[in-house]
């Protein structure tokens, strides 16, 4: 994410505990928001204190200018994450910030702002880390994964700033080959599809920068025109596959929504029993995990013959498998060359690539 921001012109871009911290102007921030594939969101620091008990935390709010960030009408929401904080409630945490967000509001014109869960115009997140506290508006509002492409849902999908971390991570280039042979609804090649054509995955949403009182209209219609004419027209070897009708179903809608459904062929077909596309190329997939797609035994049945699959089928292809089981590697029976920890939420996963030329990299029994 550090690489794909200082790509952006980002300055002094820094990995930190959740994210990179970067500063730059309004022109960064929009390009963040529009152009990252991987963040989730781009947030702007606004505060920053220490407190000790809830009324310190409410005059910290307080003493900020809200109502110089945005307008009255605006609705809000406040979210809080905490970490080793001495407070006792994080709902009254919550609570307190956003009485002082109102507060202040109120002092300066006699009106308080709405507040609104599920859809506000304006969020504000505060962080508390111990007895320091941090404020920040969030200038993306939907999640950036919301990409506003996705028509029908197939099973577990991954989101999709996650699909595209994966297909970046697997080093493919988009002349080469890429198959899914486990594709669900298409996550994986929609991503790698914008990728290669250049597509800015956030030119068909709106951002929370929109609401707020600094909005530079005229410098975002600059940036989103500039991005619609980076796309390129070249041919693309896109494939996916699934054993079910209505996965595929799902797939279809999602590339056509995304409009890159011309670039990827589709078909119905069991990964155990495929043939590769190409002579050579690269494999993006992630099996099914866990109780709600397979029970366990049925996988540990399972990766062994796709462990086979690939051996007999995919040499010379650089097979790329997301999971969040650690057995897979013993039970595939292949040796990875790369293993890389990525996190699905909360949940701890491995990228594991395997390397797949003809005759080696078998892994001994045991
Ligand atoms: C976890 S989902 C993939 C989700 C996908 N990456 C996405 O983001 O939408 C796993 C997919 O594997 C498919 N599948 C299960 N067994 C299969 C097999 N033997 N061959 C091909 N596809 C299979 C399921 O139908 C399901 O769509």
């Not at 009708?245 to 929504?257: I, S």
Request: proline share 5%; charged share 30%; hydrophobic share 40%.
């Amino acid at each position: 994410m550090k690489e794909e921001l200082e790509g952006l012109r980002a300055q002094g871009a820094q990995v930190v505990p959740g994210g990179v911290s970067f500063s730059g102007g309004w022109e960064v921030c929009y390009a963040a928001n529009l152009w990252s594939r991987i963040a989730s969101r781009t947030l702007w620091r606004v505060g920053q204190f220490e407190y000790g008990n809830e009324n310190d935390l409410y005059a910290a709010v307080r003493a900020i200018d809200w109502p110089d960030y945005f307008r009255v009408e605006r609705t809000l929401r406040v979210n809080v994450t905490a970490q080793k904080s001495p407070l006792k409630s994080l709902e009254f945490a919550t609570l307190r910030i956003k009485d002082a967000v109102c507060d202040r509001f109120r002092d300066a014109g006699g009106r308080r702002p709405d507040v609104e869960r599920a859809n506000p115009d304006v969020r504000v997140h505060a962080f508390l880390e111990g007895a320091r506290g941090t404020l920040y508006l969030d200038t993306s509002g939907e999640p950036l994964f919301k990409r506003g492409w996705r028509a029908a849902q197939a099973e577990a999908p991954l989101r999709e700033n996650l699909a595209a971390g994966i297909v970046m991570l697997s080093g493919w280039r988009p002349d080469e080959p890429l198959l899914d042979p486990m594709c669900g609804g298409a996550t994986l090649l929609v991503e790698a599809a914008a990728m290669a054509r250049g597509r800015a995955p956030g030119a068909r949403r709106a951002f929370g920068f929109e609401k707020l009182a600094v909005f530079d209209s005229a410098l975002w219609e600059k940036l989103k025109r500039e991005a619609q004419g980076s796309s390129s027209e070249a041919d693309l070897g896109l494939y996916g596959s699934d054993t079910e009708p209505r996965a595929l179903a799902a797939a279809r809608r999602n590339l056509a929504a995304a409009g890159v459904e011309r670039w990827v062929q589709l078909e119905q077909a069991d990964v155990l029993e495929r043939s590769a596309p190409a002579l050579a190329g690269v494999m993006v997939m992630n099996p099914p995990y866990g109780e709600r797609m397979g029970s366990e035994e049925e996988l540990a049945r399972f990766y062994p013959r796709l462990g086979d699959a690939l051996k007999k089928k995919f040499a010379g292809w650089r097979c790329h498998v997301f999971t969040a089981d650690l057995r897979l590697p013993k039970l595939i029976r292949l040796e990875p060359s790369a293993r890389k920890p990525l996190w699905n939420g909360a949940l701890e996963c491995r990228l594991y690539e395997f390397e797949m030329v003809a005759g080696s990299r078998r892994r001994k029994p045991g």
